[in-house]
């Protein structure tokens, strides 16, 4: 009963996945329904099938049924399913179009929407029947899942199997979100290429007038040669999103127009280079390249003389805790719903790691996930080395997990991760009986040949929140207890989690060590994850420097061992309090004021730098705005993060004329009068962002290049910034 499938519609899509899954498991029972007799009779000659039948007949064996007819018929056909398959079938379909399903189902049982798992390969072609169709066809391809709140987590698991078998990429989106995309990227499409192959010969008539259209016309047109009676149904079913699309592209035609008309040359210059950035960031996706900035490099310009406006602002979600939100609700059983997920680089990265793992995800959607989880034991060996861009996060956590996991794996990030130091987990991950291996010097990519581990206890050289999480979470599939020492206090977001998602450790504050046993059970929860404190701090120090700023963060994680930055900037006479405090998710959330006060310069040693181990470069800008000298020691860490972040801060602040002295652990810096100039953040995102800041007190303009990364943590920095008060423009320059 397991091997029955049914296929409902052998066009190219169902006809397709007939023959992949023919190919896939030649033990399959393939049936199919049709009404076109001759696609089943050369299904069924060609051995794509085993078998033809009635729709109702063929439903009623099978353990999964798919519905590959045109969008418009698939209510129909879905309401006959719903009466002739067993109540243990699942039901999926390829619909390009999902909303016009969501009224019907509502009229059918609860017990059938639990057991549908809509889904949309994107795999589409201008050609179309059983004749076209290929077994490689969705081989890398995307496909698309849209589950419903009330589809059950084992029906996505089943679905999602299915077409990672045959080769597929499996992402997932809310219904209402797929048929806004596809309106954008593939329904309007289509709506232009007939409305354009016909506009040539009916304003330009007379024979031979195609003699005279080129390849533009023939590429652009390509689309209009698709099935006119599939492509009515398609946009019939997805009218209102598809209109809304129209909208929105005669908007930007008309800027196209406008320029035109009005000989305004540069703008139009500037539609056609944005354009070609975005074609080219499209083939660069398509092409699997995932590193690379598409056009040139972005810069920050940052004029003098703005000011921080009062009032309320939000930053994106925490990045450490949305890391740790997938990589946790992967690993449980159940679905985890998490809210506040930072749509930055990083994050994003590891959500797509998860997905080729095989874990279903749907969204992000305005910062909400949801996550079927894997359970410990159900992550899949990934067909492709796992790309982690510019996050040292995702990489140490990940290959705690991976090390575990009973297949291979490669991690692999960007110029600037490739230089991470990674012994710091390679050694204890091999302790515990891990098959862990680096290129020359410990750096990335790093090769992992997981098997069975076994605990260790282990006390961390230096107090790194990185390598505690990575061996507690190596410890989840570790024999007996892990035990991490860290020899100073670093964030806990990992402990707090694993807590949440029922797991049980054992911390001895004391002596600052955590046990966890292996083998225990992830349950599924719910997160709800506060804006990161790390962002807000160039906010604070923007308020904290800018005369007369009162600016008040909302909602931002204060968990004790993220508020360095608080601390010390109280130290240095910053007027910060925090307002509503409360907790949100196992973790401590508060309002933050910060108000305008002068601020002094103070020495920070080696205790307190953990506690802010990402605020420095802020802390430096600080520093140069405060009367007298700030030293910092104890900080060698600072070195070996995104960039040499002693260095490039030391760079910069030459640049802008403050006095200051590094040292191989630390920096001086003598506040003082800040000038202006070009600075390179080096690609490092908080360099970029802190000294964007510090153009508030700037006398003359600053320009920062190599912004790209700062969307790895705060995606619309600027645009934030912008609108409290910096006079902030973004560029990008030829590269
Ligand atoms: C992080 C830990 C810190 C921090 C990084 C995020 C985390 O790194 O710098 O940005 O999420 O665990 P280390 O553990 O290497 O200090």
């Given at each position: 009963m397991n091997k029955h499938i049914a296929i409902i519609g052998l066009g190219l899509i169902g006809g397709s996945l007939a023959k992949a899954l023919r190919e896939f498991d030649a033990s399959l029972a393939i049936a199919a329904a049709d009404t076109d007799q001759n696609a089943l009779a050369r299904a069924l000659a060609e051995g794509v099938i085993g078998r033809a039948g009635a729709l109702a007949e063929i439903c009623a064996q099978a353990r999964i049924v798919v519905v590959a007819v045109p969008p418009l018929a698939g209510p129909a056909v879905l309401r006959q399913i719903a009466q002739s398959a067993g109540p243990e079938t699942l039901v999926t379909d390829v619909a390009s179009v999902k909303s016009h399903l969501l009224a019907m189902l509502a009229s059918l049982p609860a017990g059938f929407r639990s057991r549908f798992v809509p889904g949309h390969p994107l795999a589409g072609s201008e050609q179309s029947g059983f004749g076209a169709a290929r077994v490689d066809l969705f081989q890398g391809r995307n496909v698309v899942l849209a589950p419903l709140e009330e589809t059950a987590p084992e029906a996505v698991a089943r679905i999602h199997e299915l077409w990672r078998g045959i080769g597929a990429r499996v992402l997932a989106m809310s219904p209402e979100r797929h048929d806004r995309i596809l309106a954008l990227s593939s329904h309007l499409p289509h709506v232009l290429a007939f409305a354009m192959a016909g506009l040539l010969p009916r304003r330009e008539s007379g024979a031979g007038v195609h003699h005279y259209a080129a390849t533009g016309f023939a590429d652009f047109t390509r689309?209009?040669?698709?099935?006119p009676a599939l492509w009515s149904d398609i946009l019939r079913a997805n009218a209102d999103a598809t209109v809304a699309a129209l909208d929105a592209f005669g908007e930007d035609l008309k800027q196209f127009r406008n320029a035109l008309a009005a000989e305004d040359w540069p703008a139009l210059g500037d539609h056609l280079r944005r354009a070609r950035r975005a074609r080219a960031a499209f083939d660069l996706a398509r092409g699997g390249?995932?590193?690379?900035?598409?056009?040139g490099e972005l810069c920050f310009h940052v004029r003098p003389g703005g000011a921080i406006a009062s009032g309320e602002i939000r930053v994106p979600g925490d990045k450490s805790i949305s890391h740790r939100a997938i990589m946790l609700g992967a690993l449980a059983e159940g679905v985890s719903r998490v809210s506040g997920f930072l749509e930055g680089e990083d994050a994003l990265h590891t959500l797509a790691a998860f997905r080729e793992l095989g874990v279903t995800i749907v969204g992000p959607e305005d910062g909400c996930l949801r996550i079927y989880g894997a359970g410990a034991n159900g992550l899949q060996a990934p067909r492709k080395p796992l790309w982690l861009g510019n996050s040292g996060t995702a990489m140490r956590l990940l290959a705690g997990i991976l090390a575990g996991q009973g297949f291979a794996s490669e991690l692999r990030g960007d110029e600037s991760l490739s230089q991470r130091p990674m012994n710091r987990i390679i050694k204890p991950l091999a302790d515990m009986g891990a098959g862990i291996s680096a290129a020359a010097?410990?750096?990335?990519p790093l090769l992992i040949r997981g098997g069975r581990l076994r605990g260790i206890d282990y006390a961390m050289p230096v107090a790194s929140a990185q390598i505690k999480s990575c061996l507690l979470l190596a410890g989840l599939f570790a024999e007996g207890i892990t035990s991490v020492r860290e020899p100073g206090p670093c964030r806990d977001h990992t402990e707090r989690m694993l807590r949440g998602f029922g797991v049980e450790l054992d911390t001895e504050s004391r002596q600052g060590m955590t046990n966890l046993a292996g083998g225990q059970t992830l349950s599924a929860c719910d997160i709800d994850i506060p804006g990161d404190i790390s962002s807000a701090a160039f906010f604070m120090v923007a308020a904290a420097i800018s005369p007369g700023a009162s600016l008040t963060l909302e909602h931002v994680g204060v968990n004790p061992t993220r508020t360095g930055i608080i601390d010390i900037l109280r130290q240095m006479g910053a007027d910060i309090r925090l307002r509503h405090p409360r907790e949100s998710g196992g973790e401590p959330v508060a309002d933050i004021e910060v108000r305008q006060k002068p601020l002094h310069g103070v020495a920070i040693g080696a205790e307190q730098v953990a506690l802010a181990i990402d605020e420095f470069p802020i802390l430096l800008v600080a520093a140069a705005c405060a009367e007298g000298e700030t030293r910092i020691s104890g900080a060698a860490e600072l070195r070996i993060k995104e960039s040499d972040r002693i260095e490039a801060m030391a760079e910069g602040l030459e640049i802008l004329g403050i006095e200051h002295e590094t040292f191989p652990d630390g920096i001086r810096v003598t506040g003082g009068e800040l000038g202006g100039g070009v600075i390179d953040s080096r690609g490092d995102h908080r360099i970029a962002m802190a000294f964007a800041i510090a153009a508030l007190r700037c006398r003359q303009a600053i320009t920062i290049r190599n912004c790209a990364n700062v969307a790895t943590s705060f995606p619309g920095f600027a645009a934030l910034a912008r609108q409290t008060g910096l006079d902030i423009s973004e560029a990008e320059i030829d590269s």
């Open positions: 689309l209009a040669a698709s099935e390249k995932e590193a690379g900035n598409a056009g010097g410990g750096l990335p």
